[in-house]
Every structure is written in C-alpha cells, then in structure tokens.
C-alpha cells in the first residue's frame, strides 16, 4: 500500500512453499481487493482449507486467484512477486528432497520479465540465493528491506 497507493486491483503472485505466510495473504488478499497468483510444486500446495476459504472471499470480493504449478504462469502479469523459505524451521531433515522438488522456483530477472512493468519483490527474512537470486533481491525493484524496517513497528 506505501509503494502503490492502495492494493486495490494489485495482482500478487506467490512462488514457493505452501506454508503459513502464503496462508496469512491468502486469507486476506481479496478482501483488501487483490488477485492471488500461486505458484506451488507439486505436494507442496497451501492447505485445502485455507484454499476453499480463498476461493470463497474471492467469489465475494470480485477477485482473481489463480493456482498452478508454473511459476511463470503465476508471475504474468504481477505487480508483486513473494516467496519465502522453503525450509522452515523443523523441515531440516527434508532439504534435500525440497530443493529438488523447488528447482525452478527461484524468482529471478526472467521471472520478472512476466511481470508488470511496475513489478517489486518482498520476502519475510531471512533469504537463502535458492529461493530469489541476487539480481532480484538486491534490484531497486526489491522492496524486502522496507518490509522488514515495517514489520519492526508491529513488534
């Protein structure tokens, strides 16, 4: 909203990990008039639950969601692109078997060049290269350091 004006209309697209922070914007997304774009492998997706509750607010709110497994598809079109980790805290054991089932997630310039010409980049902290290269995490368009000075203020 600081960066746009309003969120109103804003395309936001999702590539990574079906986890708890996709679950937060999904339940929200809509109802503050934004279209959800999810890029997830498969056996990674968000939660069922929170997805019929998605689709409804979006039924009710006159958005869009879309969710695929082509992160290129997702990013078509955004204005916002997010990812997060794809090892959470308790997943160690796993990382092996997610960083291959998360190759060609990683959100870099060619994946921006799906995306609206007005196109930023946030994610939550802390980053690993796997998830979004450098060009694009330290790119002007890159927005993740203004998110974390925000997030500062909610603690």
């Not at 914007?25 to 109802?31: E, F, G, H, L, R």
């Not at 009710?60 to 695929?68: D, N, V």
């Amino acid at each position: 909203q600081e960066h746009y004006g309003g969120l109103n209309g804003l395309t936001v697209t999702w590539i990574g990990d079906g986890n708890n922070v996709l679950h937060s914007i999904m339940t929200s997304a809509a109802k503050l008039g934004m279209h959800l774009r999810i890029a997830t492998p498969k056996a990674f997706e968000p939660d069922l639950r929170i997805t019929k509750i998605t689709e409804q607010y979006s039924k009710e709110h006159g958005t869009k969601l879309l969710l695929t497994t082509d992160p290129l598809e997702a990013a078509d079109g955004a204005n916002v692109l997010v990812t997060d980790t794809w090892i959470s805290m308790g997943q160690e054991e796993e990382k092996k078997e997610r960083l291959k089932a998360f190759q060609g997630y990683q959100i870099t310039m060619q994946t921006a060049k799906s995306a609206a010409s007005n196109w930023t980049f946030l994610h939550c902290l802390p980053r690993k290269p796997e998830e979004v290269d450098d060009e694009v995490f330290y790119s002007p368009q890159s927005l993740v350091f203004h998110e974390a000075e925000n997030r500062k203020w909610t603690i």
